[in-house]
């Protein structure tokens, strides 16, 4: 047997042989420089690359139609040669250019080089535009847009230390500033047969509301469905649980009717509120006085009748200027004084329905502003209408729907629970989807 030392000493003779004929059959290779061995480097690793073709800058610019101007005269504004007008204008023939309203948003796209646009959008709303464009030939083409619509849900909740809008514009930052506002609105227009929103609330009231958000591709943002909402006034509870759909489909948490026979208040808050600058008091002035309640209100705007009822009296009355008086049941009179002007058609006799426009707010009489001055009677004795018209009796649900009732006010409000104890405030949709779904409320995102 051969020894260890012997056999490595034969093992590396074959090997160096084995490598001295590799190198003897290899050929030799061309000698390069530094700089051709880069290159084929280069070569190797970097893709050829077309060239670029240069892109044209564009430029935007947006007008809007001024009142009775038409939109020939806009485009002519915009650049457009007079002698391609009418086949610019035959590219818009979705729209009636009679209704096309004042302020409408255009917006014009020219290249760099061109005097003439080449695309015009039409903002025809916040979903919808129409889109104008020009091929290559000089024709224009007209294509109307839609933006599709998602649904989720906020819950949003504050405390009273100025006003309504204060409160919501500090509690609800997922909502765009004019949703802010119509959450307000919304809430008064549920609410208005139980609280006068520009008068009964006072500081630390507290609130809590589960409502609906839309929201489109672009950004855009609208209010959609409030489904609850939770009011602690003056230590008392109100609560509004949609249970169906439509305005007075709201039921306090004992089942009744959020509609009662009497409105809280003459004046819609919408029209006696401001939207501009939240973070101010919206209301002008609300002085309470001896013999009723004033409000503050621009000249013109709708006064409406508290309650169903007959007019008594249509006219001018010394110290009240024009002044008007409704007789409604179980011996109740409303006063609505310093009017500028009776709406169309009232005049005594004539029967008038809740909310129904009677009136239009004044200075007439003995005023130095332009307010309305209502006062409320009772069995011919003048009364506060805060105390007045303060009624918790509404219609109650069926007693067949009471059930279905309390599950989904339960459902709602341990939505709102949940939801506004955690850091987040946007809702589960579909949590809320069961319980809107059994009151008869869909839930599904709407597209446009």
Not at 231 to 236: A, E, K, N, P, V
């Amino acid at each position: 047997m051969m020894k260890a030392p012997t056999a490595r000493a034969v093992t590396y003779t074959v090997v160096g042989i084995l490598a001295v004929c590799a190198l003897r059959a290899t050929p030799p290779m061309a000698a390069r420089s530094p700089a051709e061995r880069l290159a084929a480097v280069r070569e190797a690793v970097t893709p050829e690359l077309a060239p670029i073709a240069a892109l044209p800058a564009f430029l935007t610019h947006t007008d809007t139609l001024e009142r009775g101007e038409t939109l020939r005269a806009l485009f002519a504004r915009g650049g457009v040669p007079a002698e391609v007008v009418d086949s610019l204008l035959a590219a818009t023939s979705i729209l009636d250019h009679r209704r096309i309203p004042a302020g409408l948003p255009v917006e014009m796209k020219l290249a760099s080089a061109d005097s003439q646009p080449n695309e015009i959008v039409l903002h025809l709303a916040i979903d919808r535009l129409l889109r104008l464009t020009r091929d290559s030939s000089g024709v224009w083409a007209g294509r109307e847009e839609k933006e599709t619509w998602t649904t989720d849900t906020l819950a949003v909740a504050g405390t009273i230390t100025s006003t309504l809008y204060q409160a919501i514009d500090a509690g609800a930052p997922g909502l765009a500033r004019g949703a802010r506002a119509e959450l307000a609105w919304s809430l008064a227009d549920i609410l208005e047969y139980r609280v006068d929103m520009s008068r009964d609330l006072h500081d630390g009231d507290r609130f809590r509301v589960l409502v609906e958000r839309e929201k489109a591709g672009n950004g855009a943002q609208r209010l959609g469905r409030v489904l609850a909402a939770d009011f602690t006034l003056s230590g008392d509870n109100v609560q509004a649980v949609r249970f169906g759909d439509g305005r007075n489909s709201f039921y306090d948490q004992s089942g009744r009717s959020l509609r009662a026979a009497f409105l809280r208040a003459p004046l819609e808050f919408r029209r006696i509120s401001s939207v501009f600058g939240l973070r101010k008091h919206p209301i002008l002035g609300i002085l309470k006085a001896h013999k009723g309640t004033d409000y503050a209100a621009n000249s013109g705007t709708p006064v409406r009748a508290i309650g169903d009822g007959v007019v008594t009296r249509a006219g001018w009355s010394g110290g009240y200027g024009n002044v008007l008086e409704i007789r409604h049941r179980n011996g109740y009179v409303t006063r609505y004084g310093h009017l500028r002007g009776f709406a169309k058609g009232v005049r005594p006799g004539t029967r008038v329905g809740i909310a129904q426009t009677v009136a239009y707010v004044g200075t007439t009489g003995l005023s130095t502003a332009p307010h309305l001055h209502f006062e409320v009677l009772v069995g011919g004795v003048q009364k506060d209408p805060r105390v007045a018209l303060n009624t918790k009796t509404g219609f109650p649900l069926a007693a067949s729907e009471r059930r279905t009732f309390d599950s989904v006010r339960m459902r709602l409000m341990a939505v709102l629970d949940s939801r506004l104890s955690t850091t987040s405030r946007v809702a589960d949709a579909s949590s809320v989807s069961g319980a809107t779904a059994s009151a008869g409320v869909s839930h599904a995102g709407s597209g446009m």
